[in-house]
């Protein structure tokens, strides 16, 4: 292996680590605030992905019907609850805005508005499915154990990839990459997408640092990491917060499906394996810490970058052997009591 090749590697591990760090931190955040393994994040992806597809062609995606009716859903399942004030918000947010987004979408989609306002569509069409996810199988159970949690998880992602495979159809689709510059330094090109992924990416990164420490959403939904009966007892709706944590996570997960579509051939379940990837980089950061997390997220990066060159056949296998030796770590570390639940 020369130099060129290793700089090479280097930049695709990087370019596909700045998306499973977006994953990674999607799932550290939905995990510290509402104690739950969100396995249908790499569902957003994909759909995000494959909406974004569908909207290069001038078509109004299948994905509408999901929005609306995960939407109305939700209204139904949440309704009951509601008086006043409070039901109008909730149409507003679950039927209201499904049904501007599709009008929008069905009006501009036909008018090939270039890649920018195809990405923004697919993000608004994906990203809401989130929320409208935490009301309908998560809410009920916010006071269940982590198990029962990981259990309505693992529902939650079958009926999805169902649905995908629904909406979708079984075959593949690559998005419009965002610009088609190369750049050159020395010897090495340096495609224009793969810049936009980054700087997206750390943009993002930054976002969210920016919300967390200055902002009082973002203070709540620290205290609510921190200790949720706490944020209880000052006043802070946990229910509430993990509405806005499952928001992010959708918008992320919706930019990280965007953002990937131009660089590889996306499928209804393709996401699965993208949300196992930074499932491995939240594990190394102990689903806690997103600095940690985001490391690691760039290691999975560059380890599947250098397999895939090496060993192809056994790519997927190499990167999923990363989570051992750490999980061995932490189990010797950790000191197990009779008391301990």
């Known amino acids: 292996m020369d130099l060129s090749i290793l700089l090479i590697l280097l930049q695709d591990g990087i370019v596909n680590g700045a998306v499973y760090a977006l994953v990674a931190l ?11 393994i969100l396995i249908p994040q790499g569902e957003f992806v994909s759909f995000a992905a494959l909406t974004y597809a569908v909207l ?14 995960l939407g109305a859903a939700a209204f139904l399942r949440s309704c009951w609850t509601r008086r006043g004030s409070e039901l109008l918000w909730l149409a507003l947010e679950t039927l209201i805005l499904p049904a501007i987004v599709t009008l929008i979408t069905i009006w501009l989609a036909p008018l ?11 993000i608004a069409i994906t990203a809401p499915l989130a929320p409208y996810l935490y009301r309908l199988a998560y809410q009920p159970l916010a006071e269940a154990s982590v198990l029962v949690l990981l259990i309505a998880s693992v529902g939650a992602h079958l009926a999805l990839g169902g649905i995908g495979l629904l909406v979708f159809g079984p ?50 939904l620290r205290a609510t990491a921190v200790n949720r009966l706490g944020a209880r007892l000052v006043g802070i709706r946990t229910s509430q917060s993990g509405l806005i ?30 949300g196992l990837k930074g499932f491995v980089a939240a594990i190394i950061g102990a689903l806690a810490s997103t600095p940690i997390a985001v490391v690691a997220a760039l290691g999975v990066g560059v380890v599947e970058s250098f397999s895939s060159f090496w060993a ?30």
């Open 26 to 36: 999607c799932l550290v955040l939905v995990f510290a605030v509402t104690r739950i």
């Open 245 to 274: 944590a499952f928001t992010l996570a959708g918008l992320l997960g919706a930019l990280s499906g965007v953002l990937i579509a131009p660089l590889t051939t996306i499928y209804y379940d393709g996401g699965f394996l993208i």
């Open 171 to 220: 075959e593949g689709s690559r998005g419009p990459a965002f610009t088609s510059a190369i750049f050159h330094l020395g010897d090495q090109t340096i495609s224009g997408q793969s810049l936009w992924i980054v700087a997206l990416t750390a943009a993002s990164l930054t976002g969210l640092y920016l919300f967390f420490e200055f902002t009082l959403l973002g203070a709540a």
């Open 312 to 341: 192809s056949a056994f790519k997927e296998v190499i990167v999923f052997t990363l989570i051992i030796p750490v999980l061995l770590w932490r189990s010797l570390r950790h000191q197990t009591t009779e008391d301990e639940e």
């Open 56 to 69: 290069d062609t001038g078509v109004a995606p299948a994905s509408l019907y999901l929005l609306c009716g």
């Open 112 to 122: 090939h508005l270039g890649v920018a306002v195809q990405a923004i569509l697919a």
